[in-house]
């Protein structure tokens, strides 16, 4: 019974591995942004080209840069800068709790509609969980005195549905860590042209801590974090992929609360019982 649990366990734990590399994004984010270390688009930048240095060393040394530049493509290279720069504006105006339900919100719906558009078809248990996780969102988004800020609310939304996409993309990936590596190598050069648009309104700021908690984010949770998800996703539905990124705002909001001192509010423990439960009642294994 222990081998034949094995092959589906080791799915779910490349996705939990995940899930904390995701959360791990977020509060080095939230670290360097607020203080003001580093500026939003030099953020993404140096966390896109630290990954991609990082994961290109290690494709390369098992099966060198040629074949490793093979992999990937320019649309996804798009995708991942489509993410990685809104995601940073968005931490600018937003706890780290927060921007990842939003994020993981808009990943959700994004996984969901493809799935469904691509033939899945969810049980009457996923519509209601789902169900459960979009009221959490529309708790979180609703206007009031705790309500989010508008502007980071759409820089996160934008950055969730293009990291739905690129998680879309990477299910076909054969070699997970060759394709992230080459995705990461061709949005470097994407990044360095939104940055440099960005310069006019957004002065660069590149303080030693914040270049170092840039690179630390990209070599780490994003470039090792992705490859592993990308290893994940290949192995399980797009649904119930887009449900489990829904576990990633509580385990951020923990360390928001913990390292941050962020405020607990009854608007974002509402929004995350809703979201996180619903993801858990779908998740369960059915006897």
């Not at 690129?166 to 061709?186: K, Q, W």
């Not at 840039?214 to 070599?219: E, M, N, V």
């Amino acid at each position: 019974m222990a081998h034949s649990d094995a092959p589906h366990r080791a799915p779910a734990m490349l996705a939990a591995l995940a899930v904390v590399a995701f959360a791990g994004n977020s509060l080095l984010c939230r670290l360097a942004l607020r203080p003001g270390w580093i500026d939003a688009p030099s953020f993404a930048l140096i966390r896109i080209a630290s990954g991609a240095a990082t994961l290109l060393l290690l494709s390369a040394l098992r099966i060198g840069i040629r074949n490793t530049m093979q992999r990937g493509s320019w649309m996804s290279a798009l995708a991942l800068t489509a993410y990685a720069a809104p995601f940073a504006l968005a931490y600018v105006e937003l706890d780290a709790g927060t921007g990842a339900l939003v994020l993981f919100g808009a990943v959700q719906l994004t996984m969901v509609t493809a799935g469904i558009a691509s033939g899945e078809r969810p049980p009457l248990r996923f519509w209601l969980g789902f169900a459960a996780a979009i009221a959490g969102l529309i708790v979180l988004l609703l206007p009031g005195a705790t309500a989010p800020s508008p502007v980071g609310l759409v820089w996160m939304t934008l950055a969730g549905v293009s990291w739905g996409v690129y998680s879309l993309r990477g299910r076909s990936a054969e070699d997970p860590c060759a394709t992230t590596a080459a995705n990461f190598v061709r949005a470097t050069p994407i990044c360095i042209l939104v940055s440099a648009l960005c310069a006019p309104s957004l002065p660069i700021t590149m303080e030693p801590n914040g270049i170092l908690t840039a690179a630390l984010s990209g070599a780490i949770p994003s470039g090792l974090g992705y490859v592993v998800w990308y290893a994940a996703v290949r192995s399980i539905p797009a649904t119930t992929a887009a449900l489990a990124q829904l576990t990633v705002p509580i385990v951020a909001a923990c360390g928001g609360i913990a390292f941050f001192a962020e405020p607990v509010t009854l608007r974002l423990c509402a929004a995350a019982l809703l979201t996180i439960g619903g993801a858990a009642f779908v998740m369960q294994r059915r006897r």
